[in-house]
């Protein structure tokens, strides 16, 4: 830990913008249920650790997963809805969790979205050689409140989630922790270490957007003006131009491939600005999950090119499903989220013309109208400050080509031994194994160092650091279509 590294933050100080009232989440009121005041038990009557985890007040088994040399286990964690008033409901929250040895370290993993039932390692499990806990960002179904207070999502509520579940577990995983995530993930860690600084030992941060302030987006702009090379630009610029100079054709043919699809518009508030808002996402979804070198696959000629050809590339990049009904439930919580707290990008795309009848369209359009919202301009001011500021064994990994880092967090004077790096030619899947020997060497050390498991060689000379665990193609396979979600509206 590193209490002796940090100065103790006020109330205010750890709530910041967020509120300027209320009760710290890891402090338990009078009014608290029995079941939550609890909650951080281990009773310590069994050695096996299943019997272990369950004996945890609010803790109990979905399922066990066999995988060879771990315990895996999909769980439930009752938690409060609202974290200064525990006693007002609680909900069901669906945690993994990858036991390997309580002698090892353990990463605190979240997508931000949804968790996975399956056995996985994220990279600095792999490099620590350690457990993982997985937890699913509260909203995100089965993990919803019922009735849903939308009030209640919010980056504190989340925090104060994750305080809770590293509260119940630390008394049997009790070596240093590290909390990590990529992309809306990575902010979720960054936004884990502000409210609560004194739970991690480290944390490392994949491809996290830091959108400062809502209404200035001219970086992502300029970005776009000069990512990759002018040949795949113009591939690109003009494979979405002609997606809305034939938007007569094209949606005829997305209306069919609703109506076989059951697909359907209400939250849009119809097809065409459905099919809009995917037409606009294909320039940065292209360069936010794809190489340079996939535009060698992209129509070399989009004017001469089929409208079957110009669907197929729009298609496999943006996705026409997006912004149907069915294909923005699952992620209410995020365009909520995007439109109250973290901001979302709202680029120009002048090579359009005006072609576009919507621009650039805000959350506020992929949310049902029945759920009330309004953006709170300063949380992001109040994180993006404290990181420049305190950021202490904090690691951030970006991708040269990926347009979400043109609004990065930076580090300021007040920063200790943290690091942003970037990885050459990188997109939103960038990793430390991809940055460059001298860099992948120095993060390597840092996680492990802060993980409490540095080898004495590696002490010694930093450029000897690899990960401790080996490959294994289960476990550490990567999706980036569902780890860090498809479209560039969910980062």
């Known amino acids: 830990m590193r209490k002796a590294l940090r100065g103790v933050l006020s109330l205010a100080m750890l709530i910041g913008t967020v509120s300027a009232t209320g009760a710290s989440a890891g402090a338990a009121t009078a009014a608290e249920p029995a079941a939550l005041r609890s909650a951080v038990g281990d009773s310590g009557t069994s050695t096996d650790i299943k019997d272990r985890i369950l004996a945890i007040p609010g803790m109990s088994l979905i399922e066990e997963k066999p995988y060879p040399g771990y315990r895996y286990f999909v769980l439930d964690y009752t938690q409060p809805v609202d974290h200064r008033h525990p006693s007002k409901g609680t909900f069901q929250q669906r945690i993994t969790l990858l036991h390997k040895d309580t002698s090892r370290p353990t990463v605190f993993f979240t997508s931000g979205y949804n968790v996975s039932t399956n056995p996985s390692r994220s990279e600095p499990t792999r490099i620590v050689d350690g457990n993982q806990v997985s937890l699913e960002y509260r909203f995100f179904t089965p993990s919803r409140p ?5 009030s209640k999502l919010d980056i504190w509520q989340a925090a104060s989630d994750q305080h809770r579940v590293f509260a119940a577990l630390k008394k049997i995983y009790s070596k240093n922790w590290l909390t990590t995530g990529g992309s809306k993930g990575g902010m979720t860690a960054t936004y884990y270490e502000r409210y609560y600084p004194k739970d991690m030992d480290g944390v490392v941060a994949y491809v996290a957007p830091n959108d400062v302030v809502d209404k200035e987006d001219s970086t992502y702009d300029r ?3 000069d990512v990759g090379t002018k040949e795949c630009r113009d591939k690109l610029n003009g494979v979405q131009r002609q997606a809305l100079v034939r938007r007569e054709p094209l949606e005829k043919k997305y209306r069919q491939y609703a109506a076989d699809n059951g697909y359907t518009f209400t939250t849009t508030g119809s097809l065409d600005k459905a099919y809009e808002a995917v037409v606009l996402d294909y320039v940065w979804a292209f360069w936010q999950y794809s190489l340079l070198a996939d535009c060698d696959s992209l129509p070399a000629d989009a004017k001469s090119a089929t409208d079957q050809a110009i669907w197929d590339s ?8 997006a912004y149907a009904d069915q294909g923005l439930e699952t992620y209410t919580p995020y365009y909520y989220q995007a439109g109250t707290q973290l901001g979302s990008p709202d680029i120009k795309q002048p090579w359009l013309g005006k072609l576009s009848r919507y ?3 805000p959350p506020r359009t992929f949310v049902p109208r029945s ?6 301009p300063g949380v992001m001011r109040d994180i993006d400050n404290w990181v420049k500021h305190r950021a ?3 690691l951030y990994v970006y991708g040269e080509n ?6 990065r967090f ?3 004077a007040g920063a200790r031994d943290s690091h942003v790096f970037t990885v050459p030619d990188g997109n939103h899947g960038a990793t430390v194994a991809g940055l460059v020997p001298a860099e992948n060497a120095t993060a390597t050390a840092a996680i492990l160092r802060w993980a409490g498991v540095s080898p004495a060689a590696v002490q010694a000379d930093p450029a000897k650091a690899k990960p401790l665990a080996k490959f294994d193609a289960v476990l550490d396979k990567r999706d980036l279509t569902t780890e860090h979600r498809l479209g560039h509206r969910r980062p």
């Open 146 to 150: 019922s009735p849903a207070d939308w």
């Open 223 to 225: 970005f776009l003006a």
């Open 314 to 321: 729009v298609d496999s990049i943006s996705g026409f499903s």
């Open 359 to 361: 621009g650039y369209q």
């Open 371 to 376: 759920i009330p919202m309004r953006f709170q």
């Open 392 to 394: 202490d064994h904090m």
């Open 402 to 407: 990926d347009p979400y880092g043109a609004e």
């Open 410 to 412: 930076q580090l300021g």
